[in-house]
T-cell receptor, first 107, second 124 residues
């Protein structure tokens, strides 16, 4: 199985901050990397697919980059509604695996 | 619009079985696979596997073989997850999600949309 490791596990930040979350795959996955946002009690929501493609309706302050084993999700200017947990997920193999999540909290 | 609607929360005793449904609408059901994802209380997302909605062939992740069964009723555009011999550690929210595929030359794929989730609580 491909292991996905996110860092940090949690992060405190303020509205307006620029935030970066990283995700590392245990083997090369090309650009088969997706990002999801989950708020408490809700289903995950797709933010970014194929490393850097923004899902329709997702604000442009979200961006993704990387390739092979190292990937990042960046939020350019945090808004109050962005405080949530973020997951990366590889889709290089048919059996997907997720990172452990990064909880983004208000400082 | 494209959506997946899951059946409601369940409270079951250890040893019982449970079956959750995931009804798709807004697209041709057999075009995209359905994935199942588990989220234990306070924990992250765990992929359980997926089912090919065209052939009905399921694929299970490690740790989800034996007691877990994915099935379909394509006549009503619905996928099912059945868990037998329930244990307390099966208590979790279970999500279905459509495996959306970019059928271009790279075949990128992702999970969207998701069902709203179904909470199974296993308790005596």
């Amino acid at each position: 199985d491909i292991q996905m490791t996110q860092s940090p596990s949690s992060l405190s930040a303020s509205v307006g901050d620029r935030v970066t979350i990283t995700c590392r795959a245990s083997q090369g996955i090309s650009n088969f990397l997706n990002w999801y946002q989950q708020k408490p009690g809700k289903a995950p929501k797709l933010l970014i697919y194929a490393t850097s493609s923004l899902q329709s309706g997702v604000p442009s302050r979200f961006s993704g980059s990387g390739s092979r084993t190292d990937f990042t999700l960046t939020i350019s200017s945090l808004q109050p509604e962005d405080f949530a947990t973020y997951y990366c997920q590889q889709s290089y193999t048919n059996l997907y695996t997720f990172g452990q999540g990064t909880k983004l909290e208000i400082k | 619009q494209v959506q997946l609607v899951q059946s409601g929360s369940e409270l079951k005793k250890p040893g019982a079985s449970v079956k959750v449904s995931c009804k798709a609408s807004g697209y041709t059901f057999t075009t995209y696979a359905i994935n199942w994802v588990r989220q234990a209380p306070g924990q992250g997302l765990e992929c359980m596997g997926w089912i090919n909605t065209n052939t009905g062939s399921p694929t299970y992740a490690q740790g989800f073989t034996g007691r877990f069964v994915f099935s379909l009723d394509t006549s009503v555009s619905t996928a099912y997850l059945q868990i037998s011999s329930l244990k307390s550690e099966d208590t979790a929210v279970y999500y279905c999600a459509r495996r959306t595929v970019d059928y271009g030359d790279r075949g990128f794929n992702w999970l969207d949309p998701w069902g709203q989730g179904t909470l199974f609580t296993v308790s005596s």
